[in-house]
């Protein structure tokens, strides 16, 4: 090989990186509809809701973490939406307007020793009634917690015993998380 075809291909090398960054604003996860009891308030005063174990599964939108050349995972929580079925409408009319304050907390994959990790606490603003909660995130970096592109959290919360529904209802949970990944090739194969 000539002197400036090797300065060449060493040039050329040096400015190729073996590492790749994948990143998406928004992967999405809407776990399929949760179903709860009617709540029958008795004290007047605001209600513990059912807590709720909800599995999201994220796999499709995340590339495996735990793959050989994987560096730098980052999952960020960023929202949380969540819409009620009409049967769930309260006395204005409002499919989410009972939900008073809302908390979610992630557990830790099985097996592991880390401990639950509350990423949402929602207290409805004075006067609202949404039609459907959307709750920013607190950017949490999920990558602990997710086993095999799942995400479990439990969601739990208080409603207003005036606006409670009396019959079982439904409720579909999306969950949105910012994704940031760099896999080095080399590592890889």
């Not at 075809?5 to 090398?13: D, N, V």
């Not at 994948?22 to 005063?45: K, Y």
């Not at 039609?131 to 990558?143: A, F, H």
């Not at 917690?145 to 409603?159: D, E, H, K, M």
Request: charged share 15%.
């Amino acid at each position: 090989m000539r002197p400036t075809a090797l300065a060449a291909a060493a040039l050329l090398a040096a400015a190729c990186s073996p590492t790749a960054d994948f990143h998406a604003d928004r992967v999405c996860a809407t776990a399929p509809q949760q179903a709860f009891p009617g709540v029958q308030s008795s004290t007047g005063l605001p209600d513990t809701l059912p807590a709720q174990r909800v599995t999201f599964d994220m796999g499709s939108g995340i590339p495996d973490l735990h793959a050989k050349g994987v560096k730098d995972a980052k999952v960020l929580f960023r929202e949380l939406r969540l819409k009620a079925s009409d049967s769930s409408q309260g006395a204005n009319g409002s499919p989410t307007q009972f939900i008073q304050t809302l908390t979610v907390a992630l557990e830790p994959p099985p097996g592991s020793t880390l401990p639950s990790k509350q990423v949402l606490a929602y207290v409805r603003p004075a006067g609202a009634a949404p039609t459907e909660l959307v709750i920013p995130g607190d950017g949490t970096n999920l990558v602990d917690y997710l086993q095999a592109g799942q995400l479990t959290a439990v969601v739990s919360g208080q409603g207003d015993p005036g606006q409670l529904p009396r019959t079982p209802w439904t409720a579909a949970a999306t969950f949105c998380s910012e994704v940031d990944v760099t896999v080095d090739y080399l590592e890889a194969i």
